[in-house]
């Protein structure tokens, strides 16, 4: 197990070492981790702005 940290709210998550994500902050610093529920915060304007049908002349 890995201990990783979410870059926004700052908890501390256990990820397995296995996983691609453990293997791309191992390999690359320059990727970051981001827990679940922030990612979830983060991508709900994206659907939103799918959802939604504009009606062009």
């Known amino acids: 197990?890995?201990?990783v940290q979410c870059i926004?709210?700052?908890t501390?998550?256990?990820i397995d070492e296995n996983t691609?994500?453990?293997k791309r902050l191992r390999n690359d610093?320059?990727?970051?981790?981001?827990?679940?529920e922030c990612k979830s915060?983060?991508?709900t304007p994206k659907q939103r702005h799918q959802d939604?049908?504009?009606n062009h002349r």
């Not at 610093?29 to 679940?36: I, K, L, Q």
Request: contains cysteine; proline residues 4%.
């Open 1 to 3: 197990m890995k201990k």
């Open 8 to 10: 926004i709210c700052d």
């Open 12 to 14: 501390e998550v256990f």
């Open 20 to 22: 691609v994500i453990a």
């Open 29 to 36: 610093p320059m990727h970051t981790f981001m827990c679940d």
């Open 41 to 43: 915060r983060l991508d």
């Open 52 to 54: 939604t049908t504009y």
